[in-house]
Nanobody
């Protein structure tokens, strides 16, 4: 059974940085980060292919967030720089056999999510 676990969330001031980690045990597939703010639908943040050769970003985070991975450790990271209050949300990672882009329904196993709060 695949387990996906996020870590690294917390509170950061606007303009600051935070690094999220995700470990997906059991397999190495494409991975994506998503977030859900209070009262809003879950949205795609960033994705990375299994080989780490390709990445995809939401326009709202492009140039501020960086996704990377270490396949030897089955880990994916989301470096959040220049954080803004609008980035406040529960962040989740998920894996997919077929995509590293925005198509949520194509992701298979999801973590429970981790809270990120950006204070103004």
């Amino acid at each position: 059974q695949v387990h996906v676990v996020e870590s690294g969330g917390g509170l950061v001031q606007a303009g600051g940085s935070l690094r999220l980690s995700c470990v997906a045990s059991g397999r190495t597939y494409h991975m994506g980060w998503f977030r859900q703010a209070p009262g809003k639908e879950r949205e795609f943040v960033a994705g990375i292919s299994a080989s780490a050769g390709q990445t995809s970003y939401a326009d709202s985070v492009k140039g501020r967030f960086t996704i990377s991975r270490d396949n030897a450790k089955n880990s994916v990271f989301l470096q959040m720089d220049s954080a803004q209050p609008d980035d406040t949300a529960v962040y989740s990672c998920a894996d997919s056999k077929v995509t590293w882009k925005i198509y949520q329904h194509l992701y298979d196993y999801w973590g429970q999510g981790i809270q990120v709060t950006v204070s103004s």
